[in-house]
């Protein structure tokens, strides 16, 4: 993905921009229309959904009225990544004649930060000509992100027009598996050779900036390709023009292999504060970049899904609420079924316990707070070490110790809640005031907050080592572990402490 291009007549997205439209005079002359935009003010600190809803109707606005150039104005101030946004929220009969007012350089950044659905559906309605000059000129990571949504059909015709050194580009990304380093990488990079002076080193980068993504790092390489040192822009401008670039680069480069997971490589962004980060093959050749703002995107789609995860939701990503209602109810039908024959278990051993519950009908009301509490308990435990599973933050911890300090705060929190629960047993009406029933409660609560806070802090290493997602394979496991064990554990200490 390019990094924006800073334009005087733009403002930076990193504070919120308002725009509003005093008055907008529209005359016809020799059929033509001629746009008078008076007052276009700019107001800052307002939040980004604003300036997106504000844009999106008035752009709206402007295109049912059939005045075009009052909408193309209107767009002049606005970032290419909200101008993406309000295109997505606009009808599908109005994306296409809102994209076709952006001009030629415009547009390709537009279509970069579109949502992939939204760029198939301008692909079908292109012509042939203007779906290549966008294709052609997108980022080659950007562009293999577009490949990977599209059908194998159109792929291979889009490949075979794009230009040969675009193809190579491509191909050489497409040719790495997904989620890897080399998938998400750009080849677009300035390299150098450390033989060169300060000075000649400028010249390069001059000459080669427009066709580099970024120019903030600049990788130096051997006559092979091996990735020897790396300069930043910073040192190269406050270092004497006469030196050479031996003298100045960084020999001891941080770098990535193509084959790792791409989640890796965001956290060992995020851990150095880069800008980008180089990825070499086997050998140690240079091949190309990660860029942050492609990191960001990778932050967010596994953040994403791993919280649908947790809810039991199998999903694609961010796409859940543009997903057909049959495709969301068949990737949810399948944890929920799951979960209701585990209900079952939980209904069949309750319903073993009519003795009990004849004897002593009121320890039934208490059963959906123990199994509930206990949920919830286990639930916060997996959740916390999930979140350390994915930043490595307990990686040198070891599971053993992991797993004791979370059953210490299920004792603990068991004791807390233990003991309000017995309290409120033992003056709820139903009780008659019996002080064993109320103690019941309590101990209960106590064992199966430990049992939720180890069944919740174990599963995700057990499915972790099995090579399983430990956070879509948690949830419903520990719900069943919590429920079933729960109800053994209740029913067990009522008839030893009340002699049922």
Sequence with gaps: MRFPKVEAKRHSTRFSVKLIVKSNNVHLDEGKVNLVTENLTIIQNNSRHELRQLVRSQLQLLLEQGNLEGAKALLVPVQPVDIAEA????????????????????????????????????????????????????????????????????????LAQLTPEERQATNLLLGYEEDTA??????EYISLKETLTLSETL???????????????????????????????????????????????????????????????????????????PVVDREK?????????????????????????????????????????????????????ILLLTNTVTGSIIGAQED?????????????????????????????????????????????????????????LGLILGTLATVWAYFLPQTQHNLVVAFCVGVSLVAIAVLASVSGSALPFVFRSLGLDPALMSAPFITTAVDVLGVLIYFNFARNMLGL
């Design 285 to 337: 050749r240079l091949v190309g970049i990660v860029t942050v703002d492609d990191v960001i995107d990778i932050l967010e789609q596994e953040a994403t899904e791993d919280i649908y995860a947790l809810g039991a939701v199998q999903s694609d990503g961010d796409k859940y609420f543009q997903t057909s209602l049959l495709t969301v109810a068949r990737k949810r039908v399948t944890w929920l079924f």
């Design 182 to 187: 080399g998938r998400i990488m750009t080849p």
């Design 356 to 412: 009990v519950l004849q004897q002593m009908a009121v320890l039934a009301a208490f059963i959906p707070l123990l199994v509930g509490t206990g949920g919830n308990i286990g639930t916060q435990s997996s959740t916390v070490v999930i979140r350390g599973l994915n930043t490595d933050e307990i990686s040198d911890i070891g599971p053993g110790k992991v797993v004791f300090r979370e059953a210490l705060a299920g004792l603990l």
């Design 203 to 277: 010249d390069r980068i001059r000459a080669q900036a427009k066709a580099s993504e970024l120019i903030y790092y600049l990788y130096v390489t051997d006559a092979s390709r091996h990735l020897t040192g790396i300069v930043s822009l910073r040192d190269l401008v406050l270092s004497s023009p006469e030196k050479l670039l031996s003298e100045i680069m960084t020999r001891d480069v941080v770098y990535v292999q193509t084959d790792m997971d791409q989640e890796e490589v965001a956290r060992l962004i995020q851990r150095y504060d880069f800008l980008a980060v």
């Design 87 to 158: 295109i997505e929220e606009l009808p599908k009969s109005m994306q296409v004649i809102a994209f076709r007012l952006l001009s030629k350089t415009e547009a390709i950044d537009v279509y970069e930060h579109l949502d992939s659905s939204v760029q198939q559906a301008l692909i079908e309605e292109f012509k042939r000509q203007e779906v290549l000059d966008i294709v052609d000129k997108m980022s080659p990571d950007d562009r293999v992100r577009l490949f990977d949504e599209l059908p194998a059909k159109v792929v291979t015709r889009l």
